[in-house]
């Protein structure tokens, strides 16, 4: 029924005065309509923190009932958190990379180390540790992490 100016700016949905949620988002989560369900349904606000996948960052949601019970509307207040949970996530995957690399002592194994923990951050198929030659013309690839290599491990491990 009513958005102001930092809601277009902050979600990039526009137009949305007038329509339901679903009408303005029509790929809207599941969990959403859940947790906006129960609001009305109990009266009792909520907060959470999601992803919505056509939005690409993270809100920090805040939903309660507005007005008449019988009217079954809401208040909902969102703040985008994309940057905290950024940081967030870049200090776990240094934890988890400084915990695998602290046993290690061979150059090798260390670098293999790095490249899965990074291979596996990145949701990579592929990273390389290579050395450019003094003349910066050669690239030479020492080693490198290949998600498939990773994978038959697995499965050979399950089945082993």
């Not at 958005?3 to 790929?27: C, D, V, W």
């Not at 959403?32 to 009792?44: I, K, R, W």
């Not at 207040?77 to 990379?97: M, Y």
Request: overall charge negative; aromatic content about 10%; glycine content about 4%.
């Amino acid at each position: 029924m009513e958005a102001n100016p930092a809601f277009e700016q902050q979600s990039g949905l526009t137009q949305a005065i007038g329509k339901t949620a679903r009408e303005f988002t029509p790929n809207l989560e599941a969990v959403f309509l859940t947790h906006y369900e129960t609001v009305l349904a109990t009266g009792e606000p909520i907060e959470f923190e999601i992803q919505p996948a056509d939005l690409g960052r993270y809100f920090r949601v805040a939903a309660y009932r507005y007005g008449d019970p019988q009217n079954k509307q809401l208040a909902i207040v969102f703040n985008d958190i994309s940057d905290r949970k950024l940081n967030e996530q870049q200090q776990a995957f240094l934890l988890k990379l400084s915990d695998a690399l602290r046993p290690l002592s061979d150059p090798s194994e260390i670098q293999r180390a790095a490249m899965h923990n990074l291979g596996e951050y990145l949701a990579l198929d592929r990273a390389m540790y290579a050395e450019i030659t003094p003349d910066g013309k050669t690239v030479i690839v020492n080693d490198n992490y290949l998600i498939s290599n990773y994978i038959e491990l697995a499965d050979n491990k399950v089945q082993g």
